[in-house]
């Protein structure tokens, strides 16, 4: 079955300044790659996703990157704001017709004012 | 719209009670899902209804039962839980198909089982 890492665990940033998060997963067969931002005592927001015909995507501070050859992704905030603590997980779904998402263990971001 | 609505928001219940979750949505997705999420641990799939038919049962034991009574609705029936049960319960939905896979969460329940 798919495997999804995600590093780092914890990312400490100050404001204005960006983050990324990166994720690798085992599955070449894998095609959509989803990132989930969740604040604490809520459930997990869908922020970005891309496929896996797409390198990259982005929407306004945040940008997703996605190697298919190296079978990695990466999310990047830029010009972060402490709204944008929270945190972060990839995730995976592993081949056409599949529901099945594999999430990374996560990365707790902190935006230091 | 991609709203999730759960209920309840918070849910304390004996080991020796029966209780129910619900979850609706009105997006015209026809699939939703049941995860439990541990704290600082990503969320854990449980079930997956597919055009109201459970398709995916994560070998999940059999005090959770969950019931898709229409194409909006999603319920899972607790009985006989126990304290290791006690998590944040959630559900999800997504349009349903093979391309159509982004998965929009609801805001859980958070389970205490005493």
């Known amino acids: 079955g798919e495997n999804v890492e995600q590093h780092p665990s914890t990312l400490s940033v100050q404001e204005g300044d960006s983050a990324v998060i990166k994720c690798t997963y085992s599955d070449s067969a894998s095609n959509y790659f989803p990132w989930y931002k969740q604040e604490l005592g809520k459930g997990p927001q869908l922020i970005i996703d891309i496929r896996s015909n797409v390198g990259e995507k982005k929407d306004q501070r945040i940008a997703v990157t996605l190697n298919k050859t190296a079978k990695h992704f990466s999310l990047h905030i830029t010009e972060t704001q402490p709204e944008d603590s929270a945190v972060y997980f990839c995730a995976a779904i592993s081949g056409a017709g599949s529901y099945q998402l594999t999430f990374g263990k996560g990365t707790k971001l902190s935006v230091i004012p | 719209d991609t709203e999730v609505t759960q209920t309840p928001k918070h849910l304390v219940m004996g080991m020796t009670n029966k209780k129910s979750l619900k979850c609706e949505q009105h997006?015209?997705?026809?699939?939703m899902y049941w995860y439990k999420q541990k704290a600082k641990k990503p969320p854990e799939l449980m079930f997956v209804?597919?055009?109201?038919?459970?398709?995916i049962n994560e070998s999940v034991p059999s005090r959770f039962s969950p019931e898709c009574p229409n194409s909006s609705l999603l319920n899972l029936h607790l009985h006989a839980l126990q304290p290791e049960d006690s998590a944040l319960y959630l559900c999800?939905?997504?349009?349903?198909?093979?391309?159509?896979?982004?998965?929009?969460f609801g805001q859980g329940t958070r389970l205490t089982v005493v």
């Open positions: 999800a939905s997504s349009p349903g198909g093979p391309l159509n896979t982004e998965a929009f």
């Open positions: 209804y597919s055009y109201e038919k459970l398709s």
């Open positions: 997006m015209g997705h026809r699939a």
